[in-house]
Structures are given as structure tokens and as C-alpha cells.
């Protein structure tokens, strides 16, 4: 059983920081993109920011800038740095992991339950 954890959400005011965390446990073989998404009552999920096994990170045109997304593939956690919040930055922010549960089984996706980020204005 594979459990992604996201923590470190909660209320900031415009122009603050937030970082999340996001930590993959159990029986993992390896993992290869780790990823940030954020979802919004009544939009569709948004990808905020990818980040692959070798570091290579790419992100939404909103956020560029402003979010960096890194990984410790020791501890299997991709993190997620928030700078110069905006209130359209509030959301649910959730993390993804494609990985493989062993060597000859093909990756699957894994979600996190989302944390909850909200910038006041």
C-alpha cells in the first residue's frame, strides 16, 4: 500500500510564503515524476509544477517565478516552495507521484488527500 502525505498548508496573507511537503511511503520500487496540482470548487484540476527523478522541473505559466518545485528522492518527499502568494493562488494543493511498485510492473499514478492553501488579501 502506497500513502502519499501532503503537509504544510493553512492561511497566509498576499505576498507571503508557504512550502509544502509531500511524502511517499510504503513499498515503492522507484519513482519517476513527482508533481503539484491544485483544484478549485468548480474548475478542473490544475498542474502547478513537475518535477522528474533526475530534478528537471517544469511549471504552469501562473506560477513561474514565484514556485519551485524539488525532491529528495532519499526520503521520497517533493516539496513545494510558495513565494508572493496571490489570493488566486487558493486552492487545494495536491500531490502526485508515478511510481512503480516493483521492477517488472509498469508505473502507476498516486494522489495525496490535498492540503489546503488560502491567501487573504
Known amino acids: 500500500q502506497v500513502q502519499l502525505m501532503e503537509s504544510g498548508g493553512g492561511l497566509v496573507q498576499t505576498g507571503g510564503s508557504v512550502r509544502l511537503s509531500c511524502a511517499a511511503s510504503?513499498?515503492?520500487?522507484?519513482?519517476?515524476?513527482m508533481s503539484w496540482y491544485r483544484q478549485t470548487p468548480g474548475k478542473q484540476r490544475e498542474l502547478v509544477a513537475t518535477?522528474?527523478?533526475?530534478?528537471?522541473?517544469n511549471y504552469a505559466d501562473s506560477v513561474k517565478g514565484r514556485f519551485t518545485i524539488s525532491r529528495d528522492n532519499a526520503k521520497n518527499t517533493v516539496y513545494l516552495q510558495m513565494n508572493s502568494l496571490k489570493p488566486e493562488d487558493t486552492a487545494v494543493y495536491v500531490c502526485n507521484a508515478n511510481l512503480k511498485l516493483s521492477l517488472m510492473r509498469r508505473p502507476y499514478d498516486y494522489w495525496g488527500q490535498g492540503t489546503q492553501v488560502t491567501v487573504s488579501s
Open positions: 518535477i522528474t527523478s533526475d530534478g528537471s522541473a
Open positions: 510504503g513499498t515503492i520500487f522507484s519513482i519517476n515524476t
